[in-house]
C-alpha cells in the first residue's frame, strides 16, 4: 500500500491539511504501507519555497515522516508533457483559444438554458472541438476530446473502488457522465501553458506507484476523470480513500486564509501533536 499527502505550497497547512496528512500516514502504517509527501507546485505563481519548508516543518512536527526526495511536481515537468502527448498522439486533444468571456458568451446564446458545472466548472461548450493539434497558436489551451476519449472505454464504463467513510464501495463510471457532466476539460492551460491538476495528479500518482489515494470529499466529484485518463494512459487505478472535510464553527470548511487554524499558530501557543490529533477527532 502507498499512498500520498499533496498539498500545494501556496499557503500554511491548517487543521484540514493535517488531517488528510495524518490520516494517510495512519492508513499507510496500519497497512505496513510507505506514505509519501508531494509538491503540488505546478501554480508557479502562488507556489513558493517558504510555503514548502513550512509544511515540511508542520508535518514532521505532527510526527509524520516520509522518503526523501520529495516528488515536486516543477522538477518534472517533461512527464507531464510525454502524457499530453500520447492523448494528443491517439487524437484525443485539441487546441483552444477560448477565453472565459467568449465561454460564457456561447452559453448565454438563447438556445443554451442553463450551463452545467462538472468537477472542472463551466462545462466547455465546444467552439474549437474538432481543431487539429497542426492548428495550435501560442497561448492555445489544449482540451480533452471527451466524446472521442470515451470511445475507447469498454461498453459498461470504468469504475473505481471507495473506502472512504461517506461514499463506501465500488462506483461505475459512464460514458455519458463523462460526456454530459463533465466535458472537454483543460489538460494545459492558456496562456501559462501550466498542465491541468487532473492531469498532473494521475502522472504523478502512477509514477510514484500510489495505489491509495487519501484526500478530501470534496475531490470525489473529480475522481471519474482521473479515473478515466489514468485509463487512457494505461496506468493501474489506485483505490480512493475521500474524507470528512474539517469545518469551522459556522460549517464552513477551513481555507489558507484561515490562518488562527494554521499548524504554525497551534505550535507558536504551545499546542501538542496530540492537541492536533484529538482537535480533528483522531
Ligand atoms: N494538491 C491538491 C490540493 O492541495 C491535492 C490533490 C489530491 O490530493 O489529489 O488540494
Same mark, same amino acid.
Given at each position: ?11 500554511? %497547512?491548517?487543521? #484540514?491539511?493535517?488531517?488528510? /496528512? ?25 507556489? &513558493? ?6 509544511? *515540511? ?36 486533444? !485539441? ?9 460564457? /458568451? ?17 462545462? !466547455? ?8 493539434? /497542426? ?8 482540451? %480533452? ?6 470511445? /475507447?472505454?469498454?461498453? #459498461? ?16 463510471? @459512464? ?10 476539460? *483543460?489538460?494545459?492551460?492558456?496562456? @501559462? ?11 504523478? $500518482?502512477?509514477?510514484?506507484?500510489? @495505489?491509495?489515494?487519501?484526500?478530501? *470529499?470534496? %475531490?470525489?466529484?473529480? @475522481? ?5 485518463? =489514468?485509463?487512457?494512459? =494505461? ?9 470528512? +472535510?474539517?469545518? $469551522? ?6 481555507? &489558507?486564509? $484561515? ?6 499558530? !497551534?505550535?507558536?501557543? #504551545? ?10 477527532? +483522531?
Amino acid at each position: 500500500m502507498i499512498t500520498r499527502f499533496a498539498p500545494s505550497p501556496t499557503g500554511p %497547512l491548517h487543521l #484540514g491539511h493535517a488531517f488528510s /496528512a495524518l490520516t494517510g500516514f495512519d492508513r499507510a502504517r496500519a497497512a505496513g504501507g510507505t506514505f509519501l509527501l508531494r509538491m503540488e507546485d505546478i501554480d508557479r505563481a502562488r507556489s &513558493k519555497p517558504d510555503w514548502e519548508r513550512l509544511i *515540511v516543518e508542520d508535518l514532521h512536527w505532527l510526527g509524520l515522516d516520509w522518503p526523501t526526495p520529495v516528488r515536486r511536481q516543477s522538477d518534472h515537468l517533461d512527464d507531464f508533457e510525454a502524457a499530453l502527448a500520447r492523448l494528443a498522439d491517439a487524437g484525443l486533444v !485539441y487546441p483552444c483559444s477560448c477565453t472565459r468571456g467568449d465561454i460564457r /458568451a456561447a452559453l448565454s446564446a438563447p438556445q443554451e438554458g442553463a450551463p452545467m458545472v462538472g468537477p472542472d466548472g463551466i462545462l !466547455y461548450p465546444g467552439t474549437c472541438r474538432g481543431r487539429p493539434m /497542426a492548428s495550435r497558436r501560442e497561448g492555445d489551451a489544449l482540451r %480533452l476530446d471527451m466524446a472521442r476519449a470515451v470511445e /475507447a472505454l469498454p461498453a #459498461g464504463g470504468l469504475s473505481f473502488f471507495e473506502s472512504g467513510p461517506e461514499q463506501c464501495g465500488s462506483h461505475r463510471v @459512464t460514458a455519458e457522465s463523462l460526456v454530459e457532466g463533465t466535458g472537454d476539460i *483543460v489538460l494545459e492551460r492558456r496562456q @501559462t501553458g501550466e498542465v491541468a491538476y487532473h492531469l498532473a495528479v494521475v502522472v504523478d $500518482d502512477a509514477l510514484q506507484g500510489v @495505489t491509495e489515494v487519501v484526500r478530501g *470529499v470534496d %475531490l470525489f466529484a473529480a @475522481t471519474p476523470v482521473q479515473v478515466l485518463l =489514468g485509463t487512457l494512459l =494505461g496506468h493501474n487505478i489506485p483505490q480512493y480513500h475521500h474524507h470528512r +472535510l474539517i469545518r $469551522d464553527e459556522r460549517g464552513r470548511r477551513l481555507a &489558507k486564509r $484561515d490562518d488562527a487554524r494554521s499548524l504554525r499558530t !497551534y505550535r507558536a501557543e #504551545g499546542l501538542t501533536p496530540s492537541d492536533i490529533r484529538a482537535k480533528v477527532g +483522531l
